[in-house]
């Protein structure tokens, strides 16, 4: 006893150290990681503050050389206004006029050797042009009293006063201007008119030009009242004025000289875009000069940074991740080798256990269907020779468990789209009618039943059973979430789809049945999964959580999809999208005891690898009056039909052993037979659908003698069509002969 303590404890304290060094090297492996992120991103934050600190000394030097430009331009205008008012001094308004051509050559001299200037304007007080250095003579109806520099400098002397961007009233001016005017005085200190000087905008933008060379730079000139005097890049339109609420009118107003601030898309004064901006007043004057730098041109340099740091920061991380892993993956190789034989017998297991779960999918229907087809047989046979009260009842619910049993299967596979459908062409114009009827058995007196038909014929190619099960799923649904009564509406119509519905890209001419209630409602968290399998909100043992797995499955394999909406406490909609057919309504047919039909004997062959399934065949064939031969595969079956003739229906699964299956089989029997009837069944088959297409009749295990009786009577007419275009082909074929 004591020595199994001890190995138990060397046991755990092997394992414990394992663990620990496993452990140990996992949190190195996440600290390679964890680590050079935390500095990348420490790295990034410092790269970050460090292009935004450049970017602001940029911008204070930017300001710095906008501020000297500027003052060296607006200076140069003032003392334009000295030498202008020499010019003039002594001369009234009538001299000056009368020295118009010798005072326009001067002036236009002062004009051209200042690039920055457009024009140089005398103003009478009475607001009328005296002189200008702009060729041409000045129209006498001209009056320039409106003017803002006019009228301010005749309230008072405001010395050198900056307007807002104007377009010329003179034609031979050229682009749009800014006026800088300086008062004139008579020699009693009176108003006596306005030297107005007006500047090119262009000027400053071919200097801010030179100096913009970072991406996303911008610089203006604004003056006080937020008017823009000047920009780069240059706007399209130059009569642009900052609102109150930018950053730079707020800064006058908290009368701020010079400061930085950050704009965001939706505060962006200037052009919209996000920018860090710097701002400076110039001294003596009502102006201010702005200089900014994108946000994004700031983030692509900063992102140019952190690309080096990634192209050697990246591969080194790589590398120490990798060796570690590699460490890791060999520690713990060593550390499982006296464990390796018995994982590779848990994975085999798991192998075998995924294997058979596939399989088990793909046969589970096939197979269940083989064995409710026994016992419904079974119960079908027992029924002839029992008399007793009670033994009947007990066939009765093996009887009514096999139905059940049956109706699960089939809504299984009308989930996965596997189910053999059966489509006609039917008018929901006059079906949806005649369903009122066999919904109203399923639900309760205090549910008001709406149907809204479409006003005319609305064709849609479904299968009839599996859409009158669609809606009879939908409204059982709508009965219990409306516990204490409620509305169910029932509406079809034509639309045409360009989109989307739901998660199906459906486009083309459809039918929108949408069925609706005003019950509880589903909540959002469970909408998602409401079409799923076996889910279900509901009590035990009150739903089985497919009927609306079925409603999905039906939609979606007849080419159409399903869409749910629902709102808590007011209802649920769903709606079927059915694609819309334009062929003829199918004739409905009569069931073979009204259409009176006799059933042919003759000889069937029992095509079927299941002896169970095959003795349920066969008394079923022999009520019929059959003669019975049967085979264990098709290919036996085949053969059997060539050595003996004497063979008039084929009765086949379509899921066969071997190589050739039922589908194959009937081909077979169809091209070189074609006098004998070939019937096909089967409980799940992905062939089933296109036995159909090909024009076989299918008969849906399980089943009793009546179905049988009328699948037989389906496929006797079908051959009997084909056999009569057949016989026309070849009656056509000598004529042809004969013309020719």
């Known amino acids: 006893m004591p020595e199994f303590g001890s190995g138990a404890g060397n046991g755990l304290a092997m394992s414990s150290a394992r663990e620990s060094a496993i452990r140990l090297l996992q949190w190195i492996m996440?600290?390679?990681?964890?680590?050079?992120?935390?500095?990348?991103?420490?790295?990034?934050?410092?790269?970050?503050?460090?292009?935004?600190?450049?970017?602001?000394?940029?911008?204070?030097?930017?300001?710095?050389?906008?501020?000297?430009?500027?003052?060296?331009?607006?200076?140069?205008?003032?003392?334009?206004?000295?030498?202008?008012n020499e010019i003039v001094r002594?001369?009234?308004?009538?001299?000056?006029?009368?020295?118009?051509?010798?005072?326009?050559?001067?002036?236009?001299?002062?004009?051209?050797?200042?690039?920055?200037?457009?024009?140089?304007?005398?103003?009478?007080?009475?607001?009328?042009?005296?002189?200008?250095?702009?060729?041409?003579?000045?129209?006498?109806?001209?009056?320039?009293?409106?003017?803002?520099?006019?009228?301010?400098?005749?309230?008072?002397?405001?010395?050198?006063?900056?307007?807002?961007m104007r377009t010329p009233r003179l034609a031979s001016a050229v682009g749009d201007f800014f006026d800088l005017s300086h008062r004139r005085q008579s020699s009693d200190g009176s108003f006596n008119g306005v030297i107005a000087v007006a500047v090119r905008p262009s000027y400053f933008e071919e200097f801010y030009t030179l100096i913009g060379k970072t991406p996303g730079s911008l610089y203006a000139l604004v003056r006080v009242d937020g008017a823009v005097l000047a920009r780069y890049p240059v706007p399209s339109n130059r009569?642009?004025?900052?609102?109150?609420?930018?950053?730079?009118?707020?800064?006058?107003?908290?009368?701020?000289d010079r400061g930085l601030y950050t704009i965001g898309a939706d505060a962006s004064e200037i052009d919209g875009v996000p920018r860090r901006i710097g701002f400076r007043k110039l001294p003596g004057f009502p102006v201010y000069a702005l200089a900014g730098i994108s946000n994004a041109a700031l983030q692509q340099e900063w992102l140019a940074s952190m690309k080096t740091n990634l192209i050697f920061g990246v591969p080194a991380t790589l590398l120490i991740l990798s060796v570690l892993w590699l460490t890791l993956r060999r520690t713990r190789r060593f550390y499982e080798e006296a464990d390796r034989a018995e994982a590779a017998e848990g994975a085999l297991r798991q192998a075998q256990?995924?294997?058979a779960i596939g399989q088990l999918t793909g046969g589970v229907a096939h197979d269940?269907?083989?064995?409710?087809?026994?016992?419904?047989?079974?119960?079908?046979?027992?029924?002839?020779?029992?008399?007793?009260?009670?033994?009947?009842?007990?066939?009765?619910?093996?009887?009514?468990?096999?139905?059940?049993?049956?109706s699960l299967t089939r809504q299984l596979l009308a989930f996965s789209r596997r189910q053999t459908l059966q489509p006609s062409v039917i008018d929901l114009a006059a079906q949806l009618p005649e369903l009122k009827d066999m919904l109203a058995r399923s639900l309760r007196g205090d549910i008001e039943i709406r149907l809204v038909p479409p006003r005319r014929p609305c064709l849609v190619k479904v299968d009839p059973s599996e859409f009158e099960l669609a809606l009879l799923n939908l409204a059982v649904n709508a009965r219990d979430a409306m516990p204490t009564g409620g509305t169910l509406t029932i509406a079809a119509k034509p639309i045409l789809l360009r989109g989307k519905a739901g998660e199906e890209g459906l486009s083309g001419d459809f039918v929108a049945v949408r069925v609706a209630d005003t019950g509880t409602g589903i909540a959002p968290e469970v909408l998602p999964r409401v079409f799923e399998p076996y889910f279900t909100t509901k009590e035990i043992g009150k739903g089985t959580g497919l009927g609306l797995s079925q409603v999905y499955g039906f939609a979606r394999q007849s080419g159409g999809a399903t869409i749910i909406t629902s709102t808590v406490k007011r209802g649920t909609a769903i709606t079927l999208f059915l694609?819309?057919?334009?062929?003829?309504?199918?004739?409905?047919?009569?069931?073979?005891?009204?259409?009176?039909?006799?059933?042919?004997?003759?000889?069937?062959?029992?095509?079927?690898d299941n002896v169970e399934v095959v003795e349920v065949a066969r008394g079923y064939f022999a009520d019929l009056n059959f003669r019975?031969?049967?085979?264990?595969?098709?290919?036996?079956?085949?053969?059997?039909?060539?050595?003996?003739?004497?063979?008039?229906?084929?009765?086949?699964?379509?899921?066969?052993?071997?190589?050739?299956?039922?589908?194959?089989?009937?081909?077979?029997?169809?091209?070189?037979?074609?006098?004998?009837?070939?019937?096909?069944?089967?409980?799940?088959?992905?062939?089933?659908?296109?036995?159909?297409r090909e024009g076989f009749?299918?008969?849906?295990?399980?089943?009793?003698?009546?179905?049988?009786?009328?699948?037989?009577?389906?496929?006797?007419?079908?051959?009997?069509?084909?056999?009569?275009?057949?016989?026309?082909?070849?009656?056509?074929?000598?004529?042809?002969?004969?013309?020719?």
């Open 628 to 692: 019975i031969k049967e085979a264990a595969s098709a290919q036996d079956g085949l053969d059997l039909i060539e050595r003996d003739r004497d063979v008039d229906v084929v009765f086949s699964d379509i899921l066969m052993p071997g190589g050739l299956n039922g589908l194959e089989l009937a081909k077979l029997v169809r091209r070189r037979f074609p006098r004998v009837v070939v019937l096909l069944t089967t409980g799940y088959s992905s062939s089933a659908q296109q036995a159909v």
């Open 697 to 740: 009749e299918v008969l849906q295990k399980p089943y009793d003698l009546a179905a049988l009786e009328r699948a037989l009577l389906a496929a006797h007419k079908a051959a009997a069509q084909t056999a009569g275009r057949a016989g026309r082909a070849a009656g056509q074929a000598p004529q042809r002969a004969a013309a020719v």
């Open 30 to 84: 996440i600290a390679s990681v964890v680590l050079p992120a935390a500095l990348f991103a420490y790295a990034s934050w410092i790269s970050y503050r460090e292009i935004h600190d450049v970017a602001d000394e940029r911008i204070l030097r930017s300001l710095d050389v906008m501020q000297e430009q500027a003052l060296k331009v607006l200076q140069t205008v003032d003392r334009t206004f000295a030498e202008v």
């Open 90 to 164: 002594g001369l009234s308004d009538d001299d000056i006029r009368v020295e118009g051509p010798r005072l326009r050559e001067r002036l236009a001299s002062i004009v051209a050797t200042m690039p920055q200037l457009d024009a140089i304007l005398l103003v009478g007080r009475d607001g009328r042009p005296l002189a200008t250095s702009v060729a041409g003579a000045i129209p006498p109806d001209v009056n320039l009293g409106d003017r803002d520099y006019f009228q301010i400098q005749r309230e008072r002397d405001a010395g050198t006063y900056v307007s807002d």
């Open 368 to 406: 269940f269907n083989n064995l409710l087809m026994i016992v419904s047989g079974s119960v079908h046979r027992l029924r002839r020779g029992i008399d007793d009260e009670k033994q009947v009842r007990l066939l009765d619910a093996i009887d009514n468990a096999t139905q059940r049993g049956e």
């Open 239 to 256: 009569a642009r004025r900052l609102s109150p609420e930018s950053g730079l009118r707020q800064a006058i107003v908290r009368g701020l």
């Open 353 to 355: 256990r995924l294997e």
């Open 579 to 608: 694609p819309r057919s334009f062929e003829q309504p199918a004739e409905p047919r009569e069931p073979a005891a009204a259409s009176g039909a006799i059933m042919p004997a003759g000889t069937v062959l029992l095509v079927e």
